[in-house]
């Protein structure tokens, strides 16, 4: 039907432009020429004839070639009909593998999950039974090593079986009967002086001995290398002399050990200088600030006392002259005490005669002049208690490094090496909580105390002033 059209259109435009050629050219001839006319009337003459017999052929073409288009276009059509419908056939083909190739794909995939599950669950089970195969090897080495002679593991390389369980536990059971046992032997052991001894050695198990000997008896401890030496002087003697009198003491001296390969040596208690000497320079810091706090605390106490001591006295002293209006002599009276409520009721006794608001003022200020005495050294001491646990911080701080420091070079073989930055750390630390717990306490119960004095001479104060007014009240 395309084709059709564009043909048409085609004829249309040939028309088109044939048309006004045609009248363009009889325009431009001239009528008043014979010639011209006749040759036009000729012309025309031709072409109503040509016209009349092309005519009928045209037609005929024209609907031949529109037939032909029709049939074009059914045959077109019914090519669409067809493609579509083999399009929409192999589409719902298409459609129906990918649903299917969906559904073994999502069967894989929970296959494959599967899979990966049960792979898992058997890389788990491999690792714990090596784990297993671990623990047990290491139990049988363990066991050969506390047993000793009783039992002999299988090779490392072995896995263990039931069978080598069983000969450990009978060894178990074999070396812990022996252990139970006291048994009296001959044997060779050290002195203290370091001299060896040889004398009858009663164990106990495998967790004690005793030697007796005329040289030297009492109870052992190990020397190292399977040796046994005296523990110390007068130590589990009277023990060792009754058991090898075959006596059941209800009281038993001994020392217990685990076993004989490394030498026990006894560890001198340490003085407090060398304990802070421990901590470093910052030891010595938190020793010298708590030093420090605890004579603030002393000269802090003295002052204290002194003022809460004379305020009942004075008061007694000073009424009865303020009753009568002798105001000189209470003044007098009050210059034989010192401290500072003493020069609180002079104040106030020099002003009883200005109007109470001016006086209750000058009282106010009077104590607030003597605060800074009650107050000597507490801001000092709470300081010291604030700074002491920051400097134990510091120092294990401090230690930590030097910790770290020994263990970036040397290691962690040797721990000898690093007990030097462990002490700074831990000493420093204990140091400042010691300095700091007592000073915080002490402060706080100081602060309270001055407080207390505060209100005391401010209550004595208004009492001398009230009791001037009663007896100025009571004279008119």
């Not at 009349?52 to 070639?65: H, I, K, M, N, V």
């Amino acid at each position: 039907m395309r084709l059709f059209n564009i043909k048409l259109a085609l004829m249309a435009l040939a028309l088109a432009f044939i048309v006004p050629v045609a009248s363009w050219a009889q325009d431009q001839s001239d009528p008043q020429d014979p010639a011209t006319t006749e040759t036009t009337t000729a012309t025309e003459s031709a072409s109503e004839a040509q016209v009349a017999t092309q005519a009928p052929s045209l037609e005929q073409a024209y609907q031949r070639e529109f037939a032909f288009l029709q049939t074009q276009k059914r045959e077109l059509q019914a090519r669409l009909d067809a493609f579509k419908t083999r399009s929409a056939r192999e589409q719902s083909e298409i459609n129906q593998d990918i649903e299917r190739l969906e559904g073994e794909l999502v069967s894989v995939r929970a296959q494959a999950e599967r899979l990966d599950g049960l792979v898992f669950d058997s890389e788990r089970a491999v690792e714990t039974a090596r784990s297993n195969v671990d623990v047990l090897s290491s139990t049988l080495l363990q066991a050969d090593i506390t047993l000793e002679e009783a039992y002999s593991p299988p090779p490392a390389e072995a896995i263990p079986s039931p069978e080598d369980f069983q000969a450990m536990f009978q060894a178990a059971a074999d070396t812990a009967e022996r252990a139970g046992q006291v048994r009296v032997s001959e044997g060779q052991y050290f002195a203290l002086d370091g001299a060896e001894v040889t004398g009858q050695i009663i164990h106990v198990g495998r967790v004690a001995s005793f030697g007796v000997s005329e040289m030297a008896s009492g109870a052992l401890a190990p020397a190292g290398g399977g040796q046994l030496k005296v523990w110390e002087t007068g130590a589990g003697e009277a023990s060792a002399e009754a058991l090898i009198n075959g006596e059941r003491p209800q009281t038993i001296t001994l020392f217990a050990y685990e076993s004989l390969v490394n030498e026990i040596e006894a560890n001198p208690e340490k003085s407090v200088i060398e304990i802070i000497q421990s901590g470093g320079m910052i030891g010595w810091i938190i020793t010298f600030l708590g030093l420090l706090g605890v004579v603030l605390i002393i000269a802090r106490i003295r002052f204290l006392r002194e003022a809460s001591a004379s305020t009942d006295t004075l008061v007694q002293a000073i009424v009865p002259q303020v009753e009568a209006g002798d105001r000189q002599g209470a003044i007098e009276t009050l210059k034989q005490f010192k401290g500072a409520t003493a020069r609180v009721l002079t104040t106030a006794i020099r002003n009883l005669d200005r109007e109470r608001e001016h006086l209750e003022d000058v009282i106010s200020e009077s104590l607030l002049n003597e605060s800074a005495t009650l107050n000597r050294f507490g801001a000092v001491i709470i300081v010291i208690a604030a700074v002491s646990p920051l400097l134990g911080l510091l120092g294990t701080v401090t230690g930590m490094i030097s910790t770290f420091d020994v263990i970036t070079e040397f290691g962690t073989g040797d721990p000898k090496l690093l007990s030097g930055g462990i002490s700074i750390a831990l000493v420093t630390t204990q140091l400042g909580l010691i300095v700091a717990i007592p000073l915080l306490l002490i402060g706080n119960v100081l602060s309270g105390w001055a407080e207390r004095i505060k209100d005391e001479m401010e209550k004595s104060a208004l009492h001398i002033v009230n009791r001037y007014v009663e007896g100025q009240t009571g004279r008119n």
